[in-house]
């Protein structure tokens, strides 16, 4: 054994003066501390002081042993691979002698230092580490015990791929069954980390403790009513867990589980029951959540609702007494930082005008997001929510006697419980609901105007959770006057009113689409006042409202006088607004759908909004540059402005059309774009993509001298792994081919092969197989020489996906493309011609030379195959196709 390691008393006394220089408020003195240690960095021996105040100082005060511990760790996570071999080993073995401290936070910081070696990749390193812990848990001595198992608990957090691999020799086979001795422990505290310990190997299905399923499950049991709320949460977060992963050995024992969760979610413990409140939302996602809940709805629904109402701390933390906060500026961590959706080019539908994906905004965050994110209140509204779907209109029964309870209620938060309910079951009970509605959504737009902002706030959200039955109804009914009182509350004098009517009116305005035409003026008038009112977090949600309405109504703002109102706030705000500063984004996209809806009337505007756009694409392509040539003296850009920047790009070119060209013809934006085309950021390309589709359309005698470098770019984006990059870089070809003609020949089989690959892909989304069929179509158009041969490879799921699109030019020019290689190639399609009757019969009006171009080859077929021929294939046409192809062609 070496001698044993002393320090120096001067060293000591220094560094003891260090940590207690530290612990003052001082910032000076803080960063004055910061640099001496990292000086003492320089000292083999340094951590042996660290060490030795932690462990060996007893006379000291905890504060400052701890604090010790503390930088050690610290040192650990930055230099421990730099450590000399008898420091490491000095400060291993201290930390093994010392678990069992008799101070808690001495042995919680020894316990964290362990871990932390541990996490170094040192759990090879120290074989002796799992054993010695596995066999400090047999100690006599309490504080031992507690002391290792804390280590252990932290060690499973942070560690568990490793422990249950080979590379250990699976000390889980020992310690599971270890663990679980220890849930009958006499202390709370010891049952608690032993189940703790065991909670973190159930989600990976670790096999050492499948094979103990039934004694652990057993051994939950037995502490199901354990007067600690730490244990009754750790076995609450297990049964959760094991749904998800062992659903099976959890059945025979249903019936109890479920009734004891009803009583854990009512637990006095919020945290109980916040875990014991995911068990619901978890069951929804089984299938057997029906059949094995159905008996429990009417007691398990009012346990949920009473959930949903504010707890006395919630008020307090939400300031739910201050009524008018309009003028408090914003704390400005409380704005969450906002995600660009880049564009995505999409087809119409003619059941619809929306794309399928949009719906997603509409999940339950109707609360603040400042507290903690996650409470009872929202487990227990989201699992209503999800139930709701579960069970549809069976869950009215029980919830509907609640209702009329809560909603007339006297008290405020009684009453704003019950519009929250009222707005958590919206999705699932929508069909039993409409009954009710009719008294429901006038009641909902009078509590609008409550004196209590959080009984306004919430109301907005569940108004907003019925908008598509409101506007469903004739006008006047419903939609004006709820549209009149949430114009009133986006003014609304306090902050959070204001952006739960905001987002409130977003939906509405995405259900409503045209109807809200005769009240644009109204509209406006609202929107525009809200600027000079709103703080920096809601004036981020009101552009979002803008653009929404600038989506929803589309040409319809195109007047002078709607253009007097909403654009000189809108500019005032852009010229505010420095380059690098991120509220850019959400007036970036704004601006890009007012651009969209005004087209012409954008005109005056254009000009500096365009160039300001290439300018942030330039900016930001120059700082990776220079980022990547010398990554240690500059900082990585935020792609998300040259994101958003094309996008706006895009906007103005789909909106100004042919009026676009003296611009691009002064600017760069071609070079910048191939840039973009190749950057390694999947969304860059998505948007250089869409903006490449736009200005083919609106200028290609501009694209056309660079599709020789653009078109193996395209090529080697149709990876339909990247579905928004595919899709965009699909869309792109098809403009391109149409504006080529002939001339696309060269380039058509760099495409092709990959066209036809992703139109067969099982799985495909609709949008991609969508545009992929309209290029295809495009492409054979132009080159049905090059295309034709492969028909039959591709026919058959062509027509199936275009069948269900509008009529529109894209999918015009793809047909005349399908009838231009029919011609070349009547034999690719005659194994799967009812497909092509069938797609045929989809379109409401083709244009006349379209329409004989169907003619023709029906009439073609028919001929070919003879008068019984045709008759025995047309039988097996449904009969609504039958009549259609008699009615407009005649066969």
């Excluded at 663990?179 to 006499?186: R, T």
């Excluded at 959890?250 to 009734?259: A, C, D, G, K």
């Excluded at 909403?566 to 984004?585: S, T, V």
């Excluded at 077929?861 to 008759?871: H, T």
Aim: glycine share 4%; charged share 25%; aromatic share 8%.
């Amino acid at each position: 054994m070496e001698c044993e390691w002393k320090p120096d008393e001067q060293g000591l006394q220094q560094i003891l003066q260090l940590l207690k220089e530290s612990q003052s408020p001082d910032t000076s003195t803080q960063r004055s501390v910061q640099q001496r240690l990292e000086q003492l960095n320089q000292y083999p021996d340094f951590n042996n002081y660290l060490i030795f105040v932690l462990t060996k100082l007893k006379s000291e005060d905890e504060p400052t042993r701890s604090l010790s511990g503390l930088i050690l760790k610290n040192n650990v996570k930055a230099h421990y691979q730099n450590f000399p071999n008898g420091v490491s080993d000095f400060i291993k073995n201290e930390c093994l002698e010392n678990i069992g401290d008799s101070s808690p936070l001495i042995r919680a910081t020894v316990g964290i230092l362990i871990t932390t070696i541990a996490s170094k990749g040192e759990l090879q390193n120290w074989p002796e580490l799992l054993p010695k812990l596995c066999l400090l848990l047999d100690s006599e001595d309490y504080n031992t015990c507690e002391g290792a198992f804390g280590a252990l608990q932290k060690i499973c957090e942070d560690s568990a791929e490793i422990l249950d691999s080979d590379m250990l020799d699976r000390p889980l086979n020992i310690m599971i069954p270890k663990f679980l001795q220890f849930f009958k422990h006499s202390s709370p505290k010891i049952r608690s980390h032993a189940i703790a310990c065991v909670n973190q190997f159930i989600i990976s299905r670790t096999q050492a403790l499948m094979l103990h399923i039934d004694p652990f499950i057993e051994n939950l049991f037995a502490l199901a009513t354990d007067e600690e709320p730490e244990v009754r949460k750790n076995v609450c977060r297990a049964l959760v867990m094991l749904l998800e992963v062992r659903l099976d050995r959890l059945l025979p024992h249903m019936l109890n589980i479920i009734e004891y969760m009803l009583l854990r979610t009512q637990d006095q413990d919020e945290n109980v029951a916040l875990e014991a409140c995911e068990f619901w939302l978890t069951l929804a996602e089984q299938p057997v959540c029906k059949e094995v809940l159905c008996g429990h709805l009417s007691q398990l629904t009012p346990v949920l609702v009473n959930g949903m109402k504010y707890s006395e701390i919630d008020i307090i933390l939400l300031k739910g007494d201050t009524e008018e906060d309009e003028a408090i500026p914003d704390n400005e961590q409380d704005i969450r930082p906002r995600f660009h959706r880049s564009r995505t080019v999409a087809q119409q539908h003619e059941e619809d005008g929306i794309d399928e994906d949009e719906d997603e905004d509409d999940e339950l965050d109707d609360d603040d997001d400042t507290i903690s994110d996650w409470n009872l209140r929202k487990c227990s509204a989201a699992a209503l929510d999800v139930l709701a779907n579960v069970f549809r209109d069976d869950l009215l029964q029980p919830i509907l006697p609640l209702l009329k309870e809560l909603l007339f209620h006297p008290e405020w938060v009684v009453k704003e419980s019950g519009i929250l309910v009222l707005g958590a079951i919206a999705e699932g009970c929508m069909q039993g609901m409409i009954t009710y509605l009719p008294e429901l959504i006038p009641h909902l737009v009078q509590c609008l105007s409550d004196k209590k902002a959080l009984v306004r706030s919430i109301t907005c959200w569940t108004l907003s959770r019925y908008a598509h039955w409101v506007v469903s109804q004739p006008p006047d009914t419903y939609l004006k006057p709820l549209m009149t009182e949430l114009l009133k509350r986006i003014l609304d004098s306090n902050k959070r009113v204001q952006e739960a009517a905001c987002s409130a009116f977003a939906t509405l305005e995405e259900e409503a689409c045209t109807e809200l035409v005769p009240y644009l003026a109204f509209i406006l008038d609202t929107l525009v006042f809200a600027f000079s009112k709103y703080q920096h977090k809601n004036l981020l949600i009101l552009y979002d409202a803008i653009g929404t309405l600038a989506d929803s109504v589309g040409h319809h703002l195109n007047k002078p006088e709607y253009i007097q109102m909403l654009m000189p706030p809108l500019i005032q705000k852009w010229n505010q607004l420095k380059d690098e500063d991120k509220d850019l984004f959400p007036l970036l996209e704004c601006l890009s759908s007012v651009a969209t809806a005004l087209q012409s009337g954008f005109l005056p505007y254009c000009e500096p909004v365009y160039q300001r756009c290439v300018n942030l694409v330039q900016k930001t392509l120059a700082q990776a540059m220079l980022y990547q040539s010398q990554p240690d003296q500059y900082e990585a850009p935020d792609k998300d402005f040259m994101i958003v920047a094309l996008d706006l790009l895009s906007g103005l070119a789909e909106g100004l059309g042919g009026t676009i060209e003296e611009l691009v013809a002064r600017s760069n934006i071609l070079t910048l774009m191939y840039q973009c085309m190749q950057d390694k950021m999947p969304e860059v390309r998505q948007s250089s993509f869409a903006l490449l589709g736009d200005l083919t359309k609106a200028c290609f005698q501009h694209v056309k001298p660079c599709i020789a470098d653009f078109m193996p770019i395209l090529g080697t984006n149709l990876n339909p792994e990247l579905i928004s990059v595919c899709n965009n870089a699909t869309w792109a070809i098809g403009e391109i081919s149409i504006q080529m003609g002939s001339e696309m020949q060269p380039y058509s089989a760099m495409v092709l092969l990959q066209l036809v690959e992703i139109i067969n892909r099982p799985n495909t989304p609709k949008t991609l197989l969508e545009n992929t069929a309209i290029t295809i179509g495009r492409l054979g158009y132009v080159c049905p020489q090059e295309v034709a041969p492969m028909l039959q490879q591709f026919i058959r799921p062509w027509c199936t996906s275009l069948r269900n699109i509008r009529d529109n030019e894209e999918k015009d020019s793809a047909f005349r493309g399908i009838c231009t290689m029919i011609s070349v190639n009547p034999g690719g399609v005659v194994q799967d011609f009812i497909f092509f009757c069938d797609a045929v019969a989809s379109w409401v009006n083709p244009k006349d030379d379209l329409r004989d171009m169907f003619y023709k080859i029906l009439h073609g077929f028919k001929n070919q195959v003879g008068e019984d021929n045709w008759r025995r294939f047309s039988d097996q046409f449904p009969m609504p196709l039958k009549e259609r192809l008699a009615t407009f062609y005649g066969v």
